[in-house]
């Protein structure tokens, strides 16, 4: 394997606090060496001079879409995607066609990373057969096939008593299990946060509380079994406070945040535009500082970005038919670097909460510059402007509502396993 030397870049590690100006050099695949006068013969030169040297980012919420909806996304296009925003490594939700819950469709995404994606992909199984909410599915045999945790996404499982036995069954396998915490009997309908501007709309109404009585509900299971439980896409000041007091009970509890729901608010859904529809719907102003609080004090474990690509015509309908989703991978960095900004959170914490947490929760390689750790390396330049338009971007989708806007920080190179895949200015650099 070739030999890359990375150039006067301020060092963030957070798996060792180490924040400084140095040189790092890559060979092997792995990190080899940081600090300065490092031996350059026969290595490639990366000019990191202004920029940040972090460990590639490790996304624990993303669709690829592979298999059975390649025309929204596929696996080399979302590998190609996730390495352009300097992610390394991606976990990819179960929802697929047909649904991720045989190890023969854990399988078949591995094989197809292997062959197709830039980035490392990590398969999260079904939780339920089907994502239907009745029968667990096999977690041993799909654990064997190479999943990482298990979820039934957007699928709230319903039943408690199940879900009791799918955390309890989690605890032999080892594995988180990832929840989507939403009262379907709350949310009914709803397609926007319930409040003034649901109101002003004439949409439905998603209150707060659906999340919030889940995040409770699962919490408490969690408590009961001793299991890992992980709570998806945290996006109200209620659900933040009882993962809070959970943690501080000693409960296995983790949470990631995306970032639309650290810096948009429902407001951003007044003029109907598709693309702010997500789930959980975008919410007030109170809970977006509450999930930023959150993911500061370390409440909320990592950023992930919920990357969900839908195509065109399916966005492009009224808000109530339109499906739920964005894209993320190519704008996560400027979106989020907003904390850095506004002096919030320091350059190496949340560089924690992009990578060594995520890697720690699914327990695989990453988060660490120290020598000999895989060569899973961003460069970012914090200070960068360009205007993001994803017509130019490399997932096949757009649905984002960032389309057209000046941003600031830009991933401007990505390696994995050693081996350069992104630079800003050559692209995407595998077949």
Same mark, same amino acid.
Do not use: F
């Given at each position: 394997m070739s030999r890359i030397l990375i150039l006067g870049g301020r060092l963030l590690d957070p798996a060792s606090a180490r924040d400084e100006t140095a040189d790092l050099l890559l060979e092997g695949g792995c990190i080899a060496a940081a600090g300065s006068d490092l031996d350059s013969r026969g290595a490639e030169v990366i000019d990191a001079a202004g920029c940040w040297v972090a460990p590639g980012f490790v996304d624990l919420h993303t669709h690829l879409r592979e298999p059975g909806q390649e025309h929204k996304e596929d696996i080399a296009s979302g590998g190609r995607s996730a390495v352009a925003g300097g992610f390394t490594s991606l976990a990819c939700m179960a929802n697929t066609e047909p649904v991720n819950d045989d190890p023969a469709t854990t399988d078949y995404i591995i094989d197809r990373a292997r062959q197709e994606s830039p980035a490392r992909v990590y398969p999260i199984a079904a939780a339920t057969k089907g994502l239907k909410g009745e029968i667990m599915t096999e977690m041993s045999a799909l654990m064997a096939a190479g999943a990482v945790a298990f979820s039934d996404d957007g699928k709230t499982i319903m039943d408690s008593g199940?879900?009791? !036995?799918?955390?309890?069954?989690?605890?032999?396998?080892?594995?988180?299990?990832?929840?989507?915490?939403?009262?379907?009997?709350? %949310?009914?309908?709803?397609? %926007? /946060?319930? *409040?003034? =501007?649901?109101? @002003?709309?004439?949409?439905?109404? /998603?209150?707060?509380?659906?999340?919030?009585?889940?995040?409770?509900?699962? +919490?408490?299971?969690?408590?009961?079994? *001793?299991?890992?439980?992980?709570?998806?896409? +945290?996006?109200?000041?209620?659900? =933040? @406070?009882?993962? !809070?007091?959970? !943690?501080? !009970?000693? %409960?296995?509890?983790?949470?990631?945040?995306?970032?639309?729901?650290?810096?948009?608010?429902?407001?951003?859904?007044?003029?109907?535009?598709? /693309?702010? @529809?997500?789930?959980?719907?975008?919410?007030?102003?109170?809970?977006?500082?509450?999930?930023?609080?959150?993911?500061?004090? *370390?409440?909320?474990?990592?950023?992930?970005?919920?990357?969900?690509?839908?195509? %065109?015509?399916? @966005?492009?309908?009224?808000?109530?038919?339109a499906p739920p989703g964005l894209i993320g991978f190519e704008t996560a960095v400027p979106v989020v670097l907003d904390l850095v900004r506004r002096d919030e959170i320091s350059p190496l914490e949340l560089i924690r909460r992009f990578s060594t947490n995520p890697a720690h929760i699914i327990q695989r390689p990453g988060g660490s510059l120290a020598d000999g750790e895989p060569g899973d390396v961003v460069v970012i330049d914090p200070n960068r402007r360009w205007t993001y338009d994803p017509a130019k971007g490399y997932s096949k989708s757009r649905n984002s509502p960032w389309a057209g806007l000046e941003m600031i920080g830009r991933t401007v190179a990505t390696l994995v396993e050693g081996r350069l895949v992104y630079h800003v200015d050559r692209g995407v650099l595998v077949p």
């Open positions: 199940l879900m009791r !036995r799918i955390l309890e069954y989690s605890r032999l396998v080892e594995v988180p299990v990832v929840v989507h915490c939403e009262d379907r009997m709350l %949310v009914l309908d709803g397609v %926007v /946060n319930e *409040g003034p =501007v649901s109101t @002003k709309l004439g949409l439905p109404g /998603n209150p707060a509380a659906a999340e919030e009585v889940h995040v409770s509900r699962d +919490v408490r299971l969690a408590e009961l079994t *001793g299991a890992h439980l992980h709570v998806a896409h +945290v996006s109200t000041a209620g659900a =933040v @406070k009882t993962i !809070r007091e959970a !943690r501080e !009970r000693g %409960v296995s509890i983790t949470a990631e945040a995306t970032p639309h729901h650290l810096t948009l608010t429902d407001a951003a859904a007044l003029d109907y535009d598709t /693309n702010t @529809k997500v789930a959980p719907p975008l919410r007030s102003a109170a809970d977006v500082e509450a999930c930023r609080r959150g993911l500061v004090d *370390g409440t909320i474990d990592c950023v992930a970005t919920d990357h969900a690509p839908h195509a %065109v015509h399916e @966005k492009d309908q009224e808000y109530t038919a």
